[in-house]
């Protein structure tokens, strides 16, 4: 199994690549899809967090108020820590899960986007940041998520910056083209991938 730790900053367009990716025949990880899927309706983990912070954070469909939850939590370490004793384990069960159901000679991606920011590098076989300049990124998030430019500096700026994600790849997918340029770097990079001695020697 080779293990791909793919990053990049809000609105470099790392989604794009994992999708491309999973096309061509990886197994994707994405640990905040997996956050959400643990607190679905019906589950356990929706269930405790009804149990401690009350069915206020419940959505008229019985579904989580991500939001409401959030004003609670994020004013109250304490709280934070209670919500995710609740979530995280249930994360790395799932996770464990796919990596254990994963086939022999897998490439799995694993999209992490504060890969740099927690220092996880050293954890993949292989580092790939997803690249495009702070203007680019900006510029999406404005014009493609309708964000105000305020808000949009200001979650570039609660991440790493381009320099340090830069620092901990392995490889680079320059990403402020058109999407047929995107498509033609993952075919180039999946094709290195399958050539790396972890995957061939599987």
């Known amino acids: 199994m080779l293990k791909i730790g793919l990053t990049g900053g809000i609105g470099s367009g790392k989604s794009e690549v994992s999708r491309r990716l999973a096309d061509h025949g990886a197994v994707v990880i994405d640990a905040d899809k997996i956050a959400r899927e643990v607190v679905e309706p019906g589950t356990s983990g929706l269930a405790l ?4 912070f009350g069915s206020g954070v419940l959505r008229d469909d019985g ?5 409401k939850l959030g004003q609670i939590v994020f004013a109250d370490q304490e709280k934070l820590g209670r919500l995710n004793a609740i979530v995280h384990p ?4 799932r996770v464990a ?3 254990r159901d994963a086939p ?8 992490v986007p504060l890969l740099a920011e927690n220092d ?3 954890m993949y076989d292989v580092v790939i940041v997803v690249d495009a300049s702070d203007e680019v990124r900006l510029s999406r998030l404005v014009e493609l998520r309708g964000m105000s430019e305020q808000d949009a500096k200001a979650r570039i700026r609660a991440q790493a910056s381009r320099e340090d994600r830069l620092k901990i790849a392995d490889i680079v997918i320059p990403n402020e083209g058109p999407l047929d340029d995107l ?3 993952v075919a180039e990079v999946w094709t ?5 001695p972890t995957t061939e020697n599987a």
């Open 63 to 67: 579904s989580l108020n991500r939001e």
């Open 183 to 185: 498509d033609a770097r």
């Open 90 to 93: 249930r994360v790395g069960e």
């Open 192 to 196: 290195k991938l399958r050539e790396h």
């Open 49 to 52: 967090i009804v149990d401690t």
């Open 120 to 122: 996880l590098a050293p």
């Open 104 to 111: 022999a000679g897998a490439i799995v991606v694993y999209d």
């Open 97 to 99: 899960e796919l990596q």
